[in-house]
C-alpha cells in the first residue's frame, strides 16, 4: 500500500513538472533520481536493526554506543525528529559514528539534484549520501567532529579530521562550518568553510557558473573545490577535478577508490 502511495505522487509530481513541454535530457535525468529515491527509502526501511530494544530513542550513533557494539543500520531520534535511519560503525576509532557519506564501486550516481541531496540516497550498507536536512537535524543539536577516510586504488590510507562540523538548515542553502583540521591527507576541506551547499539545479557557489555541473557532483562549492568527494567515479586518473578528488592527497586528476564521512560528538 505504501509502494502504490509513493508512485502515485511520483506520477503525478513528473506530471506537474513537465505537462506537454518536456526536455528529454531533464526529463531522464529526473525521472532517474525520483526513482532512485523510491528504492532508496524502500529499501533503507528493509534494513534497519531491531535491536535497539522497545522504547529506545537515541539521538545518535554514539548514544547508541552505550548499548550497542554490532556496526549496522540503526533509527535514531535527533531533537525535533520522529526518527530516521543511519548507519552506524561501532569498531572504528572507538566507535559511535554516525555516517553520512560512503563510496566504494560507483554503482550510485552522485551527480544528482537538490531534492535527492536534501533527503538522501543510495543503500546504507553499501554507497550513499545521508541526506543535508538529516545533517543539519543531527549537527545543531550539540558539537560534532568530523573524520574523512579516502582509500587510493593501490590501497593507500589516509585522513582528515575537522573538530567542528556543522551544516546549518535548508534556508541557508545548507552552509558549511568546518575547522579545526588534524590529519595526514592534508586539509583540502578546510576552504569549503563558509559556504552554501551547490547541486546541478541549485547554485549557491561564489563561482561565476555552476561548479556542481562543471565537476559533476554535489557539494560545498567555493570557486570551486579542492575536495570534491562526491564527484564523478572515474577508478583513478580522470579530468582535472571531475573525479573523486582530495587535492592535498593526491591532485585534481586522481579520482579516488573509496571514502566515507562520519560524524561523533566532539
Given at each position: 500500500?505504501?509502494?502504490?502511495?509513493l508512485?502515485?505522487a511520483?506520477?503525478?509530481?513528473?506530471?506537474?513538472?513537465?505537462?506537454?513541454?518536456?526536455?528529454?535530457?531533464?526529463?531522464?535525468?529526473?525521472?532517474a533520481?525520483k526513482?532512485?529515491?523510491?528504492?532508496?527509502?524502500?529499501?533503507?526501511?528493509?534494513?534497519?536493526?531491531?535491536?535497539?530494544?522497545?522504547g529506545?530513542?537515541?539521538?545518535?550513533?554514539?548514544?547508541?554506543?552505550k548499548?550497542?557494539?554490532?556496526?549496522?543500520?540503526?533509527?535514531?531520534?535527533?531533537?525535533?525528529?520522529?526518527?530516521?535511519?543511519?548507519?552506524?560503525?561501532?569498531?572504528?576509532f572507538?566507535?559511535?559514528?554516525?555516517?553520512?557519506?560512503?563510496?566504494?564501486?560507483g554503482?550510485?550516481?552522485?551527480?544528482?539534484?537538490?531534492?535527492?541531496?536534501?533527503?538522501?540516497?543510495?543503500?546504507?550498507?553499501?554507497?550513499?549520501?545521508?541526506?543535508?536536512?538529516?545533517?543539519?537535524?543531527?549537527?545543531?543539536?550539540?558539537?560534532?567532529?568530523?573524520?574523512?577516510?579516502m582509500?587510493?586504488?593501490?590501497?593507500?590510507?589516509?585522513?582528515?579530521?575537522?573538530?567542528?562540523?556543522?551544516?546549518?538548515?535548508?534556508?541557508?542553502?545548507?552552509?558549511?562550518?568546518?575547522?579545526?583540521?588534524?590529519?595526514?591527507?592534508?586539509?583540502?576541506?578546510?576552504?569549503?568553510?563558509?559556504?552554501?551547499?551547490?547541486?546541478?539545479?541549485?547554485?549557491?557557489?561564489?563561482?561565476?557558473?555552476?561548479c556542481?555541473?562543471?565537476?559533476?557532483?554535489?557539494?560545498?562549492?567555493?570557486?570551486?573545490?579542492?575536495?570534491?568527494?562526491?564527484g564523478?567515479?572515474?577508478?583513478?586518473?580522470s579530468?582535472?577535478?571531475?573525479?573523486?578528488?582530495?587535492?592535498?592527497?593526491?591532485?585534481?586528476?586522481?579520482?579516488?577508490?573509496?571514502t566515507?564521512m562520519m560524524?561523533r560528538?566532539a
Amino acid at each position: 500500500m505504501h509502494m502504490d502511495l509513493l508512485l502515485t505522487a511520483f506520477l503525478l509530481s513528473f506530471v506537474q513538472s513537465y505537462g506537454k513541454e518536456i526536455n528529454k535530457e531533464k526529463c531522464v535525468r529526473d525521472v532517474a533520481d525520483k526513482v532512485a529515491n523510491l528504492i532508496t527509502e524502500t529499501t533503507n526501511q528493509c534494513l534497519v536493526s531491531s535491536s535497539t530494544g522497545f522504547g529506545a530513542r537515541p539521538s545518535d550513533c554514539g548514544e547508541l554506543r552505550k548499548s550497542e557494539n554490532k556496526s549496522g543500520v540503526y533509527k535514531i531520534y535527533p531533537d525535533g525528529t520522529s526518527g530516521f535511519n543511519v548507519y552506524c560503525d561501532m569498531k572504528s576509532f572507538g566507535g559511535g559514528w554516525t555516517l553520512f557519506q560512503r563510496r566504494t564501486n560507483g554503482f550510485v550516481g552522485f551527480y544528482r539534484d537538490w531534492p535527492s541531496y536534501k533527503n538522501g540516497f543510495g543503500n546504507l550498507k553499501e554507497d550513499f549520501w545521508l541526506g543535508n536536512e538529516y545533517l543539519n537535524k543531527l549537527t545543531e543539536q550539540g558539537y560534532y567532529k568530523l573524520r574523512i577516510d579516502m582509500w587510493d586504488f593501490d590501497n593507500n590510507h589516509r585522513y582528515a579530521i575537522y573538530n567542528t562540523f556543522v551544516v546549518k538548515n535548508e534556508m541557508s542553502g545548507y552552509k558549511l562550518e568546518v575547522t579545526g583540521y588534524t590529519g595526514n591527507a592534508g586539509d583540502s576541506f578546510g576552504g569549503q568553510n563558509g559556504y552554501k551547499f551547490t547541486t546541478r539545479d541549485r547554485d549557491n557557489d561564489a563561482y561565476g557558473g555552476n561548479c556542481a555541473e562543471l565537476y559533476k557532483g554535489g557539494w560545498w562549492y567555493s570557486r570551486c573545490h579542492s575536495a570534491n568527494l562526491n564527484g564523478k567515479y572515474l577508478k583513478g586518473k580522470s579530468a582535472y577535478g571531475v573525479g573523486v578528488n582530495w587535492s592535498n592527497w593526491k591532485g585534481y586528476s586522481y579520482s579516488l577508490k573509496a571514502t566515507r564521512m562520519m560524524i561523533r560528538r566532539a
